[in-house]
C-alpha cells in the first residue's frame, strides 16, 4: 500500500473547554459501548437458561433480536442527526439510559410482550444511540490529527465489554440467576449514562465562536445530499456486505458450525474468545494505519483478507487447530472496517453530515447482519454455500472499495474545504 497521509496538525473546533475533550469522548464512547455490546452478547448467552425457565421456544427469543436489529436500522439515521446538530453528550446518556430500562424490563419480566418491549425497543433505541459507527461519527468529529487510532481506540470498546464484563455477568448468572446479570448491567448502564452527561461538554450554541457547524436542512435534504454522492453508495453497500459477514454468517453461524463439525463446546467458545481477542487489536491497528496509508487500498485489503478466511472456514475440520487460526485471522479484519470506513466517510462528505452518513451505512450494516445471512443459509440449506457467498460478497466489497479515491478532488460542502486536503505537515 501507498502511504498516504490523512490527517493534519490542526484540531477541529469542537468548543471543549480543556485539550482532554476530545480523548475523554473516546474514554467514555469506549466504555459506552462495552456495555452496550454486553448487554446484547447477554442474551444469547441467557437464551438456553430463559427458554428452559419460562417456556419460550429459540425461534420466539430470535424474533426479539431479529426485532431489535429493525428497530436500530430504522432509527440509525435519526441517531446521526443528533450527533451532527448537538453532540454525543445527550444521546449516549439518554441511549445508556434506553438500555438500562430495557435491561431492566427483561430482568423482572415473564411476559413475552413485556420482554420483546424491553429488549426489542428500549434496548434496541440505547444499541443505536451507542453503536459503533454512531460513536466513531461522534469521535472522528472531534479529531483530524490521528483521527483513525482515536476512533479504532474508542470503537474497540464494543469489544472489550465481551471479554471484560460478559464473563463477570456469566458468572453473576451461574451463581445467582439470568436475572441478577440483566439486573446487573441495567445498573452499571445507569450509571455510566450519568457519568457521561458529567464528563461530555455540553454543545456551544452554532453562533458562538470555534462551535462547530451544523447540517443545514432537513433530514430528508441531507440524506438526498448525500445520495448525490457516488462514495456514498459504495461504502454503503460495501458495509451492507460487512454486516452479513460478520452479524449475519460470523457471529450466527461460527459455533453452530464448529458443532457441525465435531468440535467440542469448550474449545470451540475458546476460539471465538480468541476471535474477540484479537478483534480488538485490529481495530486499534486498522485506525493507527488509516492515519498514514492510503485507506481505499487498506479497506479493500480488509475485505479480501476476510475472504480468504472464508476458504480456511471451510476446510477447518476436523482439525480443530484451524479453527484458532480462522479465530487469529478473522478477528484482525472483523470490526477494523469501522475506522476506516468512517475516516473515508469524513472526507468525502465532511464532518456536518458525518454522523448522518455514518446513521445510514449503519442502517445498511444492521439490515445485512439481520437478513443476508439467514436468507443464504436457508436458500443454499447447507454451511458450504454460506462460505461460497460469504466469500463472493467479500471479495466484491474489496473490489467496490478499491474503485474510491482517498478524499474528493473538490470541497465537500459549500465553504467547507475538503477535509482530506493533505498539507506538508501531515504523517507519513
Excluded at 451461574?174 to 449514562?193: I, K, M, N
Excluded at 484479537?278 to 488509516?290: D, E, H, I, R, Y
Excluded at 475516516?343 to 452518513?357: E, P
Aim: net charge neutral; proline share 6%; glycine share 12%.
Amino acid at each position: 500500500m501507498q502511504p498516504s497521509p490523512n490527517s493534519s496538525s490542526r484540531p477541529i473546533p469542537r468548543g471543549e473547554s480543556t485539550v482532554a475533550g476530545p480523548w475523554l469522548l473516546v474514554v467514555v464512547g469506549f466504555a459506552a459501548l462495552a456495555v452496550s455490546f454486553s448487554v446484547r452478547a447477554v442474551l444469547g448467552l441467557a437464551m438456553p437458561v430463559i427458554e428452559t425457565e419460562l417456556g419460550w421456544s429459540r425461534s420466539l427469543l430470535s424474533g426479539v433480536g431479529a426485532l431489535a436489529l429493525l428497530v436500530m436500522a430504522c432509527a440509525a439515521p435519526f441517531a446521526g442527526r443528533i450527533i451532527d446538530q448537538s453532540g454525543p453528550r445527550l444521546l449516549v446518556s439518554g441511549g445508556l439510559v434506553a438500555i438500562a430500562i430495557g435491561a431492566g424490563l427483561v430482568s423482572l419480566t415473564s411476559s413475552l410482550a413485556i420482554f420483546a418491549i424491553g429488549f426489542g425497543l428500549f434496548a434496541a433505541a440505547g444499541f443505536t444511540a451507542v453503536g459503533t459507527n454512531i460513536v466513531a461519527a461522534a469521535i472522528a468529529k472531534s479529531f483530524e490529527a490521528g483521527r483513525g487510532l482515536a476512533t479504532g481506540i474508542g470503537t474497540s470498546g464494543a469489544t472489550a465489554g465481551q471479554l471484560l464484563v460478559v464473563p463477570a455477568v456469566a458468572i453473576l448468572m451461574q451463581t445467582a440467576s439470568w436475572r441478577y446479570g440483566f439486573g446487573a448491567l441495567a445498573v452499571l448502564a445507569l450509571v455510566l449514562a450519568a457519568c457521561a452527561l458529567i464528563l461530555l461538554p455540553r454543545p456551544r450554541p452554532s453562533s458562538a465562536p470555534g462551535a462547530p457547524s451544523q447540517p443545514d436542512g432537513s433530514l430528508l435534504d441531507g440524506i438526498a445530499a448525500l445520495l448525490r454522492v457516488p462514495a456514498f453508495h459504495v461504502l454503503f453497500w460495501s458495509f451492507l456486505i460487512c454486516g452479513f459477514t460478520t452479524t449475519g454468517v460470523i457471529e450466527t453461524h461460527l459455533l453452530p458450525y464448529a458443532a457441525f463439525c465435531g468440535f467440542p463446546p469448550l474449545p470451540s467458545a475458546t476460539a471465538y474468545g480468541v476471535l474477540s481477542a484479537v478483534n480488538l487489536g485490529g481495530m486499534v491497528l486498522a485506525g493507527f494505519l488509516s492515519d498514514r496509508l492510503h485507506r481505499p487500498t487498506l479497506l479493500a485489503a480488509i475485505y479480501l483478507a476476510r475472504a480468504a478466511s472464508f476458504i480456511l472456514l471451510a476446510y477447518v475440520a476436523p482439525d480443530i487447530r484451524l479453527l484458532y487460526v480462522f479465530a487469529v485471522l478473522f478477528g484482525l479484519v472483523d470490526y477494523s472496517t469501522i475506522p476506516v470506513t468512517v475516516g473515508l466517510a469524513a472526507s468525502h462528505f465532511g464532518v456536518r453530515r458525518l454522523g448522518l452518513a455514518m446513521g445510514l451505512i449503519s442502517s445498511g450494516h444492521a439490515l445485512g447482519g439481520a437478513l443476508a445471512g439467514g436468507l443464504l443459509f436457508d436458500a443454499g440449506g447447507s454451511y458450504g454455500w454460506l462460505w461460497i457467498g460469504a466469500f463472493s460478497l467479500s471479495m466484491l466489497a474489496g473490489l467496490l472499495v478499491f474503485t474510491l479515491s482517498d478524499q474528493p478532488s473538490e470541497p465537500v460542502e459549500p465553504g467547507e474545504p475538503a477535509l482530506a486536503t493533505r498539507t506538508s505537515e501531515a504523517m507519513s
